[in-house]
């Protein structure tokens, strides 16, 4: 396969992947701001608790404005070409990957669920949390092979 079509092939599968992500990322967005911003009549643990994943969202908005950026530049940029502010912001998404699939592992996210409603979403999480860094990595070794 030519380098040509292989960074085709990379751009058209990281493009799909990074709408899904994006449209999860926006969805998850409103719902905690929705949560962190409103008033509950309940107790104070669920604002806070909503705040902090409004917190992470942000950041891992701003490593998926890096990842965007990196997918319309990786064909035609070397490592030392990436600025340093993106090169952070795909540490922090990286990061927050990392640590999501260790909550996943070592934490119960769904208390309630059971068998396969509880498998399910765990693959999904699981997923939602490592594929951006598996799209950073494709389109670091398409410009590993391309220098």
């Known amino acids: 396969m030519k380098a040509n079509h292989s960074g085709s092939v990379i751009f058209g ?39 902090i994943i409004f917190l992470v969202l942000i950041v891992a908005s701003y490593a998926l404005v890096s990842l965007w950026w990196l997918l319309f530049k990786f064909r035609r940029i070397g490592f030392h ?3 340093m502010a993106l090169k952070i912001g ?3 998404g990286c990061i927050i990957g990392v640590l999501f699939c260790l909550a996943l592992v070592f934490f119960n996210f769904f208390p309630q669920a059971s068998g396969v409603l509880y498998f399910k979403g765990f693959m999904l999480l699981s997923i939602i949390s490592v594929l951006p860094m598996l799209l950073v990595a494709l389109m670091f070794l398409y410009i590993r092979q391309k220098h």
């Open 13 to 51: 599968v990281c493009f799909l992947f990074l709408i899904l992500l994006t449209l999860l990322l926006m969805i998850g967005l409103l719902v905690s701001a929705r949560g962190a911003f409103m008033r509950y009549q309940f107790d104070g643990q669920i604002y806070s608790s909503m705040s």
């Open 81 to 83: 070409e990436i600025p």
């Open 90 to 92: 795909l540490l922090c």
